[in-house]
């Protein structure tokens, strides 16, 4: 499976600012998604990131407030925004090699807002 | 809409103890089932899969076998290690919806094993 690498693994932030997250793949992959785990709660879609056009985001997720790149297939981001105590969350990568081939998660990004 | 019911936790065995962690799903087309483990302070790893009807997933000792008929993936492992202590997650991923193979997760179940 592909190994992907999610930068950073964690990080403490002040409210109002902003975070970008990478996650980059070791080998070209047709589908990365981005997922945000509350404490405690399952994973929930925040959007598929496409490669060369605007991601295509979930109900009750905005381009605003997450704006993602894809500028090959080999590399996203995930941008935080306007951060707030209620952003704290493990955010996740995940990629696939088409779409009736499983996902392969990163580590995550670990993020606490002050 | 699809959906993944699993079964609450947390679950607290002994080791050898046989392991049964309940899912159930609801899907319009023609799902793929995957049960996901994430062990603490990582990120999930695909434990199994099983992308057809009387399917059945296996590795490192779980299996999971895709039942139609009752709608059902259940996670089974003889003998517990206390190194399986984890959350597991079950997902489907319906080839057929709006967002091509996005995964539709279950709560997650806590397993913890003691030696």
């Known amino acids: 499976s592909a190994v992907i690498s999610q930068k950073p693994s964690r990080d403490i932030c002040q409210r109002g600012t902003s975070l970008t997250i990478q996650c980059q793949v070791d080998?070209?992959?047709?589908?990365m998604f981005w997922y945000r785990q509350q404490p405690g709660q399952s994973l929930t879609l925040i959007a598929t990131a496409n490669q060369g056009s605007e991601a295509t985001y979930e109900s009750g997720f905005v381009i605003d407030k997450f704006p993602i790149s894809r500028p090959n297939l080999t590399f996203s981001t995930l941008t935080v925004s306007n951060m707030s105590p209620e952003d704290s969350s493990i955010y996740l990568c995940?990629?696939?090699?088409?779409?009736?081939?499983?996902?392969?998660f990163g580590d995550g990004t670990r993020l606490s807002i002050l | 809409g699809d959906s993944v019911t699993q079964m609450e936790g947390p679950v607290t065995l002994s080791e050898e103890a046989f392991l049964t962690i309940n899912c159930t799903y609801t899907a319009t087309g023609y799902p793929s089932l995957f049960w996901y483990v994430q062990y603490p302070g990582e990120g999930l790893q695909l434990l199994l899969k099983a992308t057809k009807a009387d399917d059945k997933g296996s590795n490192k000792g779980f299996e999971a076998t895709y039942r139609k008929e009752t709608t059902s993936f259940h996670l089974e492992k003889g003998s517990v290690q206390v190194s399986d202590s984890a959350v597991y997650f079950c997902a489907l991923s319906d080839l057929r919806g709006s967002t091509l193979g996005r995964l539709y997760f279950g709560r997650g179940t806590q397993l913890t094993v003691w030696p």
């Open positions: 080998s070209q992959v047709t589908m």
């Open positions: 995940s990629v696939s090699r088409g779409r009736d081939q499983p996902q392969h």
